[in-house]
């Protein structure tokens, strides 16, 4: 290791300044107080037309799916052997084929019952694993795959 020029020394400390007092404390509005941080973007509310949706339509068939079902759908359809992990969490619904790439969020055929950390898993879903070959997760090009898709009524709807 070469040794500290002595001229770059002595030039960082002609331009540093002393520790000196800052200014006083100033109190923080609550708006931005550390418990309630904001954290990047707000998300807006729902139109009134989807939240309506979801109130008639959306919530009652999700309450009614996990009313019927017999636990968390990838435990019984994958072997112990190959199922990523345990399962963990509160009940959900998982859309097969996603809502970004226009999913129907009422075709049955197209929701699955799943525990919330399977649930997560299969949104990072890639062609080839074992929730696609399983049939959990559908993929552009698989069979099922235009089966699923939202109808314009519903697309309208969630829009």
């Known amino acids: 290791m070469k040794p500290p020029d002595p001229a770059k020394i002595a030039a960082w400390r002609a331009r540093s300044k002393p520790l000196g007092r800052g200014a006083p404390l100033?109190?923080?509005?609550?708006?931005?107080?550390?418990?309630r941080r904001r954290k990047g973007t707000t998300l807006r509310d729902r139109s009134p037309d989807l939240a309506d949706y979801y109130r008639?339509?959306?919530?009652?068939?999700?309450?009614?799916?996990?009313?019927?079902?017999?636990?968390?759908?990838?435990?019984?359809?994958?072997?112990?052997?190959?199922l990523p992990g345990r399962c963990h969490g509160p009940l959900t619904v998982h859309e097969r084929r996603?809502?970004?790439?226009?999913?129907?969020?009422?075709?049955?055929?197209?929701?699955?019952?799943?525990?919330?950390a399977h649930n997560s898993a299969m949104a990072d879903c890639a062609?080839?694993?074992?929730?696609?070959?399983?049939g959990l997760v559908v993929l552009r090009g698989d069979p099922e795959y235009q089966a699923l898709r939202a109808?314009?009524?519903e697309r309208k709807a969630a829009s």
Request: proline share 7%; aromatic share 2%; charged share 30%.
């Open 98 to 116: 996603r809502r970004s790439d226009s999913g129907s969020l009422e075709n049955r055929a197209n929701l699955v019952v799943a525990c919330l």
């Open 26 to 35: 100033v109190v923080v509005p609550e708006r931005y107080d550390a418990n």
């Open 56 to 82: 008639r339509v959306r919530g009652p068939l999700v309450a009614q799916l996990i009313a019927e079902s017999r636990g968390c759908e990838a435990a019984l359809r994958i072997p112990p052997a190959e």
């Open 127 to 134: 062609r080839g694993d074992v929730w696609h070959r399983h």
């Open 151 to 153: 109808r314009p009524r």
